[in-house]
């Protein structure tokens, strides 16, 4: 009697994080989550100082792959992609983009005296990086596959401090629509958790951060902060199966604030 062939295992599912620069990064924190729901996850951080601290995160998850990659730099970008071939296979069925950059004079002079450049650059790593990471991944985005990033209420409202940020962030939100309309057809969905204030090193170069978390803590309907954990739960539901519907959302992840009036 002949017997039916085995059939095969469902290959794991496979994440590329851009982000993580130490172990309080919010990236860190997504990619830990996803390896624990068996995930494989390869890590991408911004800079070469960066390279002792993620190493060894990168270890306790056995990713596959860590890479440095300067999201401005298209040739980097192109090296990415082509390493994650070799480690993660052809197919990206997760990724996220967890960074953002403006220079310490654009966060702490006034808002209108912002440089040009400086806007140039914040825009270009913080929401242009966006458009440039899926450019780059192409077809190994297919149906399925889910892109999530990280954002924050500064691109709705003015959030003092936040400064060239904040448009930004409102850039970033646009792209993560504009995304979704054009990858949906694909079967690829693009959304976006907006963050409450959690402190990370992007986190310490905002003026008067500790006033924002000590802000949201008191006024926030939930009356605390939201943790990182939070942040990467959230985040894994979007990126999930559970969330095959959902597409070009911002979901904001803390606790209530965003809606608040007086
Ligand atoms: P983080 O400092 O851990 O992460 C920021 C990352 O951006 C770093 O890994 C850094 O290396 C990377 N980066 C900067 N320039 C880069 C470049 N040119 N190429 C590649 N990588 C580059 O801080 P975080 O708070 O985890 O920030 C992650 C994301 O979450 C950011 O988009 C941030 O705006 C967003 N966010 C943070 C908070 C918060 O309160 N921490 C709230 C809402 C949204």
Redesign the pocket.
């Known amino acids: 009697m002949e017997t039916a062939p085995a059939p095969t295992p469902p290959r794991p599912r496979t994440a590329l994080v851009?982000?993580?620069?130490?172990d309080?990064?919010?990236?860190?924190?997504i990619a830990r989550a996803l390896a624990a729901e068996g995930v494989r996850v390869g890590l991408?951080?911004?800079?070469e100082r960066?390279e002792r601290r993620v190493r060894p995160l990168a270890a306790t998850i056995d990713a596959p792959l860590v890479t440095r990659?300067?999201?401005?730099?298209e040739a980097a970008l192109a090296e990415t992609f082509a390493a994650a071939d070799a480690a993660l296979g052809p197919h990206i069925d997760i990724l996220v983009?967890?960074?953002?950059?403006a220079t310490r004079e654009d966060l702490t002079g006034p808002f209108s005296q912002t440089s040009r450049a400086g806007f140039g650059l914040a825009l270009?790593?913080?929401a242009y990086?966006l458009l440039a990471l899926v450019r780059h991944a192409g077809a190994r985005l297919g149906p399925g596959s889910s892109v999530l990033?990280?954002?924050?209420?500064g691109a709705e409202r003015v959030v003092s401090g936040y400064k060239v940020?904040g448009p930004a962030?409102a850039a970033?939100e646009a792209c993560v629509r504009g995304l979704a309309e054009e990858l949906g057809p694909r079967g690829v969905r693009v959304n976006a958790?907006?963050?409450?204030?959690?402190?990370?090193?992007?986190?310490?170069?905002?003026p008067g951060?500790r006033t924002?978390l000590e802000c949201h803590a008191e006024r926030a309907p939930l009356r605390r902060n939201v943790t990182?954990e939070e942040?990467a739960s959230a985040a894994c539901f979007l990126l999930s199966d559970k969330a095959s519907a959902v597409t070009g959302q911002i979901l904001h992840v803390d606790g209530g604030y965003n809606i608040l009036g007086v």
Do not use: E, Q
């Open positions: 851009f982000g993580v620069a130490n309080h990064s919010l990236a860190w924190y991408s951080y911004g800079d960066l990659c300067d999201v401005t730099d983009h967890s960074l953002a950059f270009d790593v913080s990086s990033t990280l954002s924050y209420l940020m962030k970033l958790v907006s963050a409450g204030p959690v402190r990370t090193l992007a986190a310490a170069g905002i951060f924002l990182a942040v």
